[in-house]
């Protein structure tokens, strides 16, 4: 009975998308921060691996750092990616669509993420 006579404004608050888009941002933001470092150490090592051959790369790519650093270069960017593809969708879908475009980049992010792990991982110990 109390909840009729709230007002609207008291009865919307902690609804929408209000209630996560702080978080959203700043993960967001965080893992852009993060992809800095990792992408400019990716960077400079395919400059200096350039003409290498295979076994120097495997044997690179070995490294349990540079697995590591791989990996989470790999995650976090798509991690980044599926965040950014959902404020899109969130701002520009509608309905049943928004919902399954979500979904479907999260969808995709993992698969993507899980497949360069296994390769990475399957390079890297000779698998």
Excluded: C, N
């Excluded at 090592?45 to 697995?67: H, N, T």
């Excluded at 590591?68 to 969130?90: A, C, D, K």
């Excluded at 669509?97 to 999260?106: G, Q």
């Excluded at 993992?110 to 360069?116: H, Q």
């Amino acid at each position: 009975m109390d909840a009729d006579r709230r007002t609207p404004l008291a009865r919307a608050r902690g609804l929408g998308s209000a209630k996560d888009g702080v978080g959203h941002w700043w993960v967001q933001r965080i893992t852009a921060i993060a992809l800095i470092p990792l992408v400019v150490w990716f960077a400079v090592s395919l400059v200096m691996l350039s003409g290498a051959d295979y076994a120097i790369v495997r044997a690179w790519i070995g490294s349990p750092l540079v697995m590591v650093l791989l990996i989470l270069t790999i995650g976090i960017g798509l991690h980044h990616g599926q965040l950014g593809l959902q404020v899109v969708f969130e701002d520009y879908t509608d309905g049943a669509w928004r919902v399954a475009l979500i979904v479907l980049a999260k969808f995709i992010a993992v698969v993507f993420g899980l497949g360069a792990i296994v390769a990475i991982l399957r390079i890297g110990l000779g698998g």
